[in-house]
């Protein structure tokens, strides 16, 4: 094989691997999109019976996640947001760029976690979500994500009287 043949094997092969990615990443975008429409759904589901005009609303609106590495302009990462509203306090529920092997976070704003904290939930393969409230450099706390949990979070929101 002579040196253009083997320039041209080479760019078969990355030509190839490009291709194979970018299949790879579309197919995982498709799981990451499907994954959290459904957890939004769910999240709806778990508080439709506590809605009420003022006090506890949801909604849904198309938003395109973003990253460092991944710009708005040019993201493919087209999904959606939720927010709930609880006593007048919004809690938003925003993707994150996917993350290697399909991995799905979510920041969730709204609810302080001590002091320079963040909360997110994360996708596990399993398909269950985990909450983890990070603060600082320790291991972040994690919990099972599920409507009481989600109530009980929400709960702190509503302010107390202080008769």
């Known amino acids: 094989m002579n040196d ?34 459904e957890l939004f759904g769910q999240i709806q589901q ?3 019976p506590v809605q009420a005009p003022g006090l506890l609303e949801v909604s849904r609106e198309a938003y395109v996640a973003f990253g460092p590495s991944t710009p708005v302009e040019t993201s493919t990462f087209k999904t959606e947001k939720l927010t709930i509203v609880i ?14 092997s ?3 976070s979510l ?3 709204g609810l302080t976690a001590a002091r320079y904290g963040s909360i997110s939930l994360v996708g596990l393969p399993d ?7 990070t603060n ?27 008769t």
């Open 46 to 48: 778990w508080l439709e």
């Open 136 to 162: 600082g450099l320790k291991d972040p706390d994690t919990f099972v994500f599920d409507a009481d949990f989600l109530a009980l979070q929400l709960q702190s929101l509503i302010p107390r009287d202080r």
């Open 102 to 104: 399909g991995q799905i």
């Open 4 to 37: 253009v043949q083997q320039l041209g094997e080479m760019l078969r092969h990355y030509a190839e691997s490009e291709s194979h990615k970018k299949q790879l990443f579309e197919t995982q975008s498709q799981v990451w999109a499907t994954r959290i429409t």
């Open 87 to 100: 006593a007048g306090k919004p809690v938003e529920f925003v993707p994150d760029v996917m993350g290697s």
């Open 127 to 133: 398909g269950e979500w985990q909450w983890r409230k």
């Open 107 to 109: 920041a969730v704003m």
